[in-house]
């Protein structure tokens, strides 16, 4: 079946650098997309959405970008903080579905002070 | 206020026993969602309660797998004749109503299921 997909399962960087988790989407008819940070022993957190008739949005240091020619979704985040340090899932709600989620395998990103 | 809340937070057992996870909903949200989480994976999703509504339990990956809710209030999900491969972190989220183009879903901690 379709999936949602991350390209790079690690990243590190520097605190400060800006910080960009890709993500690939192959259902084409999903049309909202979320970003959720995980912390270790807690729950996803929602940080940023995304519905598929914009190609950008932003939030506080955060902005998200997404490609539906080529099925692509990316986050930035602006000057990482070490607690930015977390896994990052991306998320769509399953060909168009109105409640159901499919998260893709999780970025764990790394701030190094 | 208090948000979602899970128990046992972790849990250990032995192949082929039954447990019991808890989800306690923030007050007045009527969608209630329980996923699976192995290790380094994403969440996979096993049963959507919305309201009185029958619930979708297309994810639920075996019969051994069932999941209860009265009302808009507590949820249980079952796990009879507990296999190893069940081993996984157990999520529940909740919502003030089922669309969640509208609706953010709000996760508890967890609970991490081991079997021996």
């Known amino acids: 079946g379709e999936s949602v997909g991350l390209h790079l399962p690690t990243l590190s960087v520097q605190e400060g650098d800006n910080s960009i988790i890709n993500c690939a989407y192959s259902?084409?008819?999903?049309?909202?997309f979320i970003w959720y940070k995980q912390e270790s022993g807690k729950g996803p957190q929602f940080i940023i959405d995304i519905r598929s008739n914009m190609d950008k949005r932003q939030g506080q240091r955060v902005t998200v970008l997404l490609n539906k020619t080529v099925k692509h979704l990316s986050l930035q985040i602006a000057a990482t903080q070490p607690g930015d340090s977390a896994v990052y899932f991306c998320?769509?709600?399953?060909?168009?579905?109105?409640?159901?989620?499919?998260f893709g395998k999780g970025t764990l990103l790394t701030v190094n002070p | 206020g208090a948000g979602v809340s899970q128990s046992p937070s972790n849990k250990v057992t032995e192949k082929g026993k039954d447990v019991e996870l808890r989800c306690d909903p923030i007050?007045?949200?009527?969608?209630l969602y329980w996923y699976r989480q192995r290790l380094g994976q994403g969440l996979e999703f096993l049963i959507y309660f919305q309201g009185n509504s029958a619930p979708d339990k297309s994810g639920l990956p075996s019969d051994r797998f069932s999941a209860e809710r009265t009302g808009e209030s507590v949820s249980t999900l079952t796990i009879q004749r507990t296999q190893q491969e069940d081993s996984a972190v157990y999520l529940c989220a909740s919502s003030p109503s089922g669309g969640i183009s509208y609706n953010e879903q709000f996760f508890g901690p967890g609970t991490r299921l081991t079997v021996l």
């Open positions: 007050s007045g949200h009527t969608a």
């Open positions: 259902n084409s008819a999903s049309d909202y």
């Open positions: 998320a769509e709600n399953s060909g168009g579905s109105n409640y159901k989620l499919t």
